[in-house]
């Protein structure tokens, strides 16, 4: 006979409102009780069970024998002093993921991850280089919130809230769809977190079937890693380019919000110096943009150890977010913070048991670099 411990219990994190209703059909209880479970989990960010005390104590004895709420290990918790926090966050598996929190004036984001390391292999992105091991679970992923909303709760007297989320740290979102809806659902509901959908932001490489996918399933915000005007310069960029190239890219962006005209679809463009930085590939970004209704951020390039790319200097970001000012282009340059935690974009590195042998690809692609600047 199995005794409790011998038994998988089942991780309430994993499910969404939907999701919690069915399972407590199949466990033969009222499916109402799920906004309450919810509520005592998300909003009020118990984890225990027996003390969820509008609950009948023959259910919460029952769930306390066949299910668990059970988080992440918090590794570290790293605090900047421009306010940036970095959670480093070990997983059941002993694979490692990090999330990052970036207060602002009115708001406060949450960075988080939907993969351990990432397949895309962005030539940019230090993440990239560190190879794939696998999706994140839909309770991992809900996790790196709930974790940063206790922790924000007990500092400062909780006035430091969390307002948006961006699916911006480790992984490519839309590669782990069926893990990130019911994420995405518990953010947005009110018995969970309550976020406003425009301040949930979901950041794509472009992969663009998963676009249209996304819009029939929720109507989050999109942010999409353009970083180069023209095919040639994104293959070498994004080489998931090569695959879904700019027509086909742009053709989703603009069904995307098809429906809603109000709203509009974030650019980010990382400006590597002499690479995609000129005023060129300005004009030739405002070309591509035409007709689509787009807020441009410029991300300044985050260095990473081996990096062959450079952060573009000051005037010229300015002077290229100029040229897309002056072309009606609504643009930003988004503000590099948490530098001194390797908090900053794509320096998300976690620590990833690399199943693509990636990092052996890229430590010899270095040696052999190093090896040819030796010899000139
Ligand atoms: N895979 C998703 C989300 C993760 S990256 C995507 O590609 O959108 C989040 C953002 O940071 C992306 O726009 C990414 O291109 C950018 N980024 C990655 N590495 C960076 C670096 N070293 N410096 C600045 N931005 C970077």
Redesign the pocket.
């Known amino acids: 006979m199995l005794t409790t411990s011998d038994k998988k219990l089942v991780n309430l994190l994993g499910f969404d409102r939907k999701g919690l209703k069915g399972y407590l059909a199949s466990i033969e209880e009222a499916p109402y009780r799920a906004e309450q479970i919810m509520q005592w989990i998300h909003t009020k960010g118990f984890s225990d069970f027996a003390a969820m005390s509008n609950i009948s104590k023959s259910l919460r004895e029952k769930l306390c024998a066949i299910a668990t709420i059970q988080l992440p290990e918090v590794i570290y918790n790293n605090q900047a002093t421009d306010g940036t926090q970095k959670w480093l966050l070990k997983l059941k598996d002993g694979n490692c993921i990090e999330s990052v929190f970036i207060p602002e004036k009115n708001r406060g984001t949450l ?1 988080i991850s ?1 993969q351990v390391g ?1 397949v ?1 292999n ?1 030539d ?5 280089k560190q190879g794939f091991n696998r999706n994140l679970t839909t309770a991992e992923i809900i996790s790196q919130l709930f974790i940063a909303e206790r922790t924000l709760e007990k500092m400062a007297n909780g006035v430091q809230r969390i307002t948006n989320v ?8 839309l590669l782990n769809f069926d893990n990130l809806i019911p994420a995405l659902n518990l953010m947005l509901d009110d018995f969970a977190y309550g976020l406003s959908k425009r301040r949930v932001t979901v ?4 992969v663009v079937p998963m676009i249209y996918r996304l819009r029939e399933e929720t109507d989050v915000a999109l ?3 353009l ?1 180069a005007p023209h095919d040639q310069l994104r293959d070498e960029l ?1 080489p998931i380019n090569k695959k879904y190239p700019l027509k086909l890219l742009m053709q989703a962006c603009r069904a995307y919000f098809a429906q809603d005209p109000r709203r509009s679809i974030t650019m ?1 463009y ?1 400006m590597l110096a002499g690479v995609n930085d000129t005023a060129k590939d300005a004009r030739a970004l405002i070309k591509l943009l035409e007709g689509i209704r787009v807020k441009v951020n410029l ?6 150890p081996h ?1 062959i ?1 450079k952060r573009s200097d000051d005037d010229t970001i300015a002077r290229f977010r100029d040229i897309l000012l002056n072309a009606s282009l609504n643009t930003t340059v988004r503000r590099t913070r948490g530098d001194e935690i390797d908090a ?4 998300l590195v976690g620590q990833v048991q690399d199943r693509t042998k990636r990092q052996v690809q890229h430590q010899a692609q270095i040696a052999k670099l190093a090896n040819q600047s030796q010899h000139t």
């Open positions: 960075c939907s990432c895309l962005c940019f992105c230090s993440t990239g961006v699916m911006m740290g480790m992984g490519e979102p950041s794509t490489a472009g942010a999409v890693s970083h994004v980010e990382v991300i300044p390039f985050n260095p990473f990096t790319y900053a974009c794509g320096q």
